[in-house]
């Protein structure tokens, strides 16, 4: 038997790291979007086996200011294209620039600096990742996974799907069935 799980990385996190900070005792608040203000001085030990326990879960801890603004922008985006019904009809980079207290500009030039490429490259990734997701774990149609995700056409979709993976949509979900009734076929 197969079955497919949805998960949510923002929650899974904060559940890991609530877990472990309460174990070490350490006395703590969360902030939004992976910030954490400690309530007291933590000592070096303790700070120690939590940067041990994060390496375990693959979480890695951010000092950079630079870095971390960066990391805001790539949750943010994420956050965005995963509830894009929320955000209908609201640019990008105001949808940014609102949520982060920065203008684009400075946003925009602080994430190429950091990852050599562009917001608009991040957010078509995560985007076609959605779609992607979508098409594995639902039924919606291209023309609802395009609306959905606020493209402006099927075609839109199709053009930046098939420049990001290098095959169409429709070619990727002949694949997923292919490997569904492969699956089924050795049960």
């Known amino acids: 038997m197969k079955i497919f799980i949805k998960f949510d990385f923002t929650r899974i996190c904060t559940k890991v790291i609530d877990e472990k900070l309460v174990a070490l005792n350490i006395k703590y608040r969360m902030l939004n979007f992976g910030e954490i203000e400690f309530l007291e001085d933590v000592p070096a030990d303790k700070m120690e086996a939590f940067d041990t326990i994060l390496e375990d879960y693959g979480i890695e801890k951010i000092e950079n200011q630079k870095v971390i603004l960066v990391q805001k922008i790539k949750d943010t985006i994420i956050d965005m294209v995963m509830n894009a019904d929320d955000t209908m009809n609201v640019k990008s980079s105001v949808y940014l620039s609102e949520k982060l207290g920065h203008s684009y500009g400075y946003l925009a030039n602080v994430f190429s ?16 990742e959605h779609a992607k997701s979508l098409m594995i774990n639902t039924e919606l149609s291209l023309t609802e996974i395009a609306f959905r995700l606020q493209y402006s056409s099927v075609a839109h979709l199709s053009t930046q799907f098939k420049n990001t993976t290098g095959i169409t949509p429709t070619t990727f979900q002949r694949i997923i069935a292919k490997r569904r009734e492969l699956n089924t076929n050795k049960s």
């Open 113 to 128: 600096e950091v990852t050599y490429t562009s917001i608009e490259n991040f957010i078509i990734l995560q985007r076609i």
